[in-house]
């Protein structure tokens, strides 16, 4: 009884001792007043070094308080779409029903004069970083970086991030869906991991790092690990990535309800492949018949209606590869038609998971005090599709058009998983009214104009139309100075270079306030232009379904525009004002090169050579990799390449006694486009598997037996041009086990963001049939080995090394 007396005295005393500790923490100060944020991270106090032996006897300091974000600082959201025209959401006029943006909206501002660069990395680097995207080294998509200045692809340690900005000021930072700003030979599990989110100031990320994904079977990372999604009927990335958008809400929300929060929210909708269920796109069922003209001129005079176009606004003219769809036959009809029901689905469904978000920051009661940019677009609608749209998007990256004829055959399957399907270029141009232009001709601003929609109850004035003109690079000091804070001066030890950007807060509850911004560049693969005080000088240099730039780019014709009369840039004045263009185009020279700009780089298949243009290539130089089991999800940037040359591939495989071996043991692409070296029930094989279209497979008439086995598989690659066919092999140590013809290869790329695998088959697979245990291998690989020949070479298959 005395020892539990003792016991029960000891617990007594120290809870007492507790409960005065928590009274203390209680009430000690939370925030440390007259804090500096210009540099970051916030400087600690310093810690006193105390000479009491006995901490009973010790008076305790204040308690280090975590970094507070300033009072009453909002919480911010940026929902940012991709691939999507100013003429085709219904907030703007388009035919596409977008209730959340609608709703969000009607209590908001409607920005109806704000701009991107034309094109994705761009735009989301400019948009995060509030700088020009040549000037954070984003000159293009990752995937086309050069070693030129402006274009490296490796942004700049002296352009913190806003995620970065706001982390370190106290703010929880998450961001879902597509990245794409990663350079191109950093997406391994070697890192470096300094530009993936994470590394960018976010705390979570949960997406795909690449330009588009597939929605039913997405790469997706979390954080910097490579994840496999649920394997559940119907998943679709979509409302992947808005549940855990939502998880993580609800999550901050929960534990630290007084911390605001940066959820930084980008599908890879509108973007290509367009997938949706049939329940979405059966909502269009004959919506677009009429065809893409008559679209257009109904979108505009709902722009009209609406207000976001002004009166008396004519449609510009029709690019001259834009066929008329008078002229289309009925086949062609009907095939477009169907894509453009499949492409407005999906951008309705993306925008009700977008309003899921929304709903869950008014559950949450974090709706009023959160600032929320809804981005419609990236860019413009895209063209990428070409004059007759795609089944596969992979044709239009391989050089290989689609006939309207085959894609006719799969028309009921447009939008699902077997589909990696993209609209023909009429529609983006329709998506881009009153415009003539689409994504990627940054010198027009059906590639630049994209609508903004604001939502911050109680800061925004009258809800309503704001026509100042503003740039993407605009939103970051617009969270700024909503936050309370400045710029920082230094980051991590690091001078900082000054924010491009303005602040369009003066504009949020000012409808008639004057433009700020009044000079901005455009610059993408040639395609360039200057805004300044209203005007608009440009040339069209390059059209995005073009193999080659319309002229040299000391030829290009320029354009020049009063946008202040004439909004949709549909009559071209430069014969009346020619001095004011000259000065105009030596202007756009002067902020080229203070931005980094020049060169001019139009290159573009080109590009893709990372030797070519003096990118950084992980496998450099590299004639073998030796890779093992469970590395997956291998970029084809950070992969041995092994088109448009002879290569082999060597497999040390056991073999079990009890049971026969299926499975991939490594294979690369997928169901668009890719090869597998496999055992099916013990066989031996080797499938191609050109775009989805055809399929070579060379395979041995017999199992393996067990045992350990060196299975190795070579092809003689004919030579002579890119995506030319060759000779295959397949060995069991020296002995042939089988031989056939390759007859085409891909010779640019077999898939954005399915990659190579080692003992499985992950996101969609190369053939539809690895057995009833599916791709995942079955025996024991120790080790696989793919050897390269030089490019372009009618080579033997190398020898291993």
């Known amino acids: 009884m005395a020892s539990i007396r003792r016991r029960t005295g000891f617990a007594i005393a120290a809870t007492g001792a507790l409960l005065a500790t928590s009274a203390l923490a209680q009430s000690a100060p939370q925030a440390v007043p007259n804090v500096n944020r210009t540099k970051?991270?916030?400087?600690?106090?310093?810690?006193?070094?105390?000479?009491?032996?006995?901490?009973?006897?010790?008076?305790?300091?204040?308690?280090?308080?975590?970094?507070?974000?300033?009072?009453?600082?909002?919480?911010?959201?940026?929902i940012l779409l991709d691939d999507m025209g100013f003429g085709q959401s219904s907030a703007f006029g388009g035919p596409i029903h977008m209730p959340a943006l609608e709703s969000l909206a009607a209590q908001g501002n409607r920005y109806n004069n704000f701009h991107t660069t034309a094109l994705c990395s761009p735009t989301r680097a400019a948009l995060l970083t509030g700088r020009n995207h040549h000037n954070v080294e984003t000159g293009s998509i990752m995937e086309t970086a050069t070693v030129f200045p402006g274009d490296t692809g490796r942004q700049p340690a002296s352009a913190a991030p806003i995620a970065t900005v706001l982390r370190l000021n106290g703010y929880a930072t998450g961001a879902f869906g597509k990245w794409h700003q990663t350079p191109a030979a950093d997406v391994s599990a070697a890192g470096p991991f300094d530009r993936?989110?994470?590394?960018?100031?976010?705390?979570?990320?949960?997406?795909?790092?690449?330009?588009?994904?597939?929605?039913?079977?997405?790469?997706?990372?979390?954080?910097?690990?490579?994840?496999?999604?649920?394997?559940?009927?119907?998943?679709?990335?979509?409302?992947?990535?808005?549940?855990?958008?939502?998880?993580?809400?609800?999550?901050?929300?929960?534990?630290?309800?007084?911390?605001?929060?940066?959820?930084?929210?980008?599908?890879?909708?509108?973007?290509?492949?367009?997938?949706?269920?049939?329940?979405?796109?059966?909502?269009?069922?004959?919506?677009?018949?009429?065809?893409?003209?008559?679209?257009?001129?109904?979108?505009?005079?709902?722009?009209?209606?609406?207000?976001?176009?002004?009166?008396?606004?004519?449609?510009?003219?029709?690019?001259?590869?834009?066929?008329a769809w008078t002229t289309l036959s009925p086949d062609e009809k009907r095939l477009f038609a169907r894509q453009m029901e499949v492409f407005a689905g999906f951008a309705e469904m993306t925008d009700h998971e977008a309003g899921r978000l929304i709903d869950t920051l008014k559950q949450l009661g974090r709706f009023d005090n959160t600032l929320i940019f809804y981005v419609v677009g990236d860019n413009g609608a895209s063209a990428e599709g070409g004059a007759s749209g795609l089944v596969n998007e992979n044709s239009y990256f391989n050089g290989s058009p689609e006939t309207v004829e085959d894609q006719l055959k799969q028309i009921d399957q447009l939008g699902g998983p077997s589909t990696y399907n993209h609209y023909a270029s009429g529609w983006a141009f329709a998506g881009d009214a009153p415009f003539s232009w689409t994504k990627q001709v940054a010198s027009d601003f059906g590639g630049t104009r994209n609508g903004l929609v604001v939502s911050w109850p109680g800061h925004l004035g009258t809800p309503g139309l704001r026509p100042q003109f503003h740039h993407v690079i605009d939103i970051m000091p617009t969270v700024l100075e909503a936050a309370g804070l400045s710029a920082p001066v230094s980051v991590d030890g690091i001078k900082q270079m000054p924010l491009d950007g303005i602040s369009m807060e003066y504009s949020f509850a000012d409808p008639k306030a004057a433009d700020r911004r009044t000079t901005q560049y455009f610059e993408i693969l040639g395609n360039r232009a200057l805004y300044r005080n209203g005007w608009l000088a440009r040339t069209v240099h390059f059209e995005p379904w073009a193999a080659k730039p319309r002229r040299p780019l000391d030829k290009d014709i320029w354009e020049l525009f009063d946008t202040r009369r004439d909004f949709s840039l549909a009559h071209d004045v430069a014969a009346q004002y020619p001095e004011r263009l000259k000065a105009m185009q030596q202007s756009f020279l002067d902020e080229a090169i203070k931005y980094h700009v020049l060169p001019l780089d139009d290159r573009r298949l080109e590009r893709l050579n990372a030797a070519l243009v003096g990118r950084p290539d992980l496998m450099a130089g590299r004639t073998s990799l030796t890779v093992y089991p469970g590395m997956t999800a291998m970029s084809e940037n950070t992969f041995i390449n092994i088109k448009d040359r002879s290569f082999a591939i060597t497999a040390d495989l056991a073999l079990a006694q009890d049971g026969?071996?299926?499975?991939?043991?490594?294979?690369?692409?997928?169901?668009?486009?890719?090869?597998?070296?496999?055992?099916?029930?013990?066989?031996?094989?080797?499938?191609?598997?050109?775009?989805?279209?055809?399929?070579?497979?060379?395979?041995?008439?017999?199992?393996?037996?067990?045992?350990?086995?060196?299975?190795?598989?070579?092809?003689?690659?004919?030579?002579?041009?890119?995506?030319?066919?060759?000779?295959?092999?397949l060995f069991a140590g020296d002995r042939l086990l089988a031989e056939g013809r390759i007859d085409v290869t891909q010779p640019i790329m077999f898939s954005a963001d399915d990659g190579a695998d080692v003992g499985d088959d992950t996101a969609t697979p190369v053939i539809e049939d690895y057995g009833t245990a599916g791709p995942h291998f079955t025996g024991t690989i120790r080790a696989v080995t793919i050897d390269v020949a030089p490019l372009m070479q009618a080579a033997p298959p190398p020898t291993t090394h």
Do not use: C
């Open 40 to 78: 970051l991270p916030i400087a600690e106090p310093e810690r006193p070094h105390l000479t009491t032996l006995d901490v009973r006897n010790a008076v305790p300091p204040a308690p280090v308080s975590p970094v507070h974000a300033p009072a009453g600082a909002p919480n911010i959201v940026v």
């Open 196 to 323: 993936w989110p994470t590394g960018s100031g976010f705390d979570k990320f949960y997406g795909f790092v690449a330009g588009e994904t597939n929605q039913w079977s997405p790469t997706i990372y979390d954080g910097t690990a490579h994840v496999e999604p649920p394997r559940r009927p119907g998943y679709h990335f979509l409302t992947d990535m808005t549940d855990q958008s939502i998880n993580w809400l609800r999550s901050v929300s929960a534990l630290a309800p007084d911390k605001p929060f940066f959820l930084y929210y980008a599908p890879g909708a509108t973007h290509a492949p367009h997938h949706v269920s049939p329940e979405w796109s059966a909502r269009y069922r004959g919506a677009f018949d009429a065809g893409w003209d008559a679209i257009r001129e109904q979108t505009l005079a709902r722009q009209i209606k609406l207000g976001v176009v002004p009166k008396g606004t004519k449609l510009a003219p029709r690019p001259d590869d834009i066929r």
């Open 660 to 729: 026969v071996a299926n499975g991939a043991i490594i294979a690369q692409g997928g169901r668009f486009g890719g090869w597998s070296l496999y055992l099916k029930d013990g066989k031996p094989a080797f499938t191609y598997n050109y775009l989805g279209r055809r399929r070579f497979t060379i395979a041995a008439t017999n199992a393996l037996p067990a045992g350990a086995a060196k299975l190795r598989f070579e092809f003689a690659y004919d030579g002579g041009k890119i995506g030319a066919g060759g000779t295959g092999r």
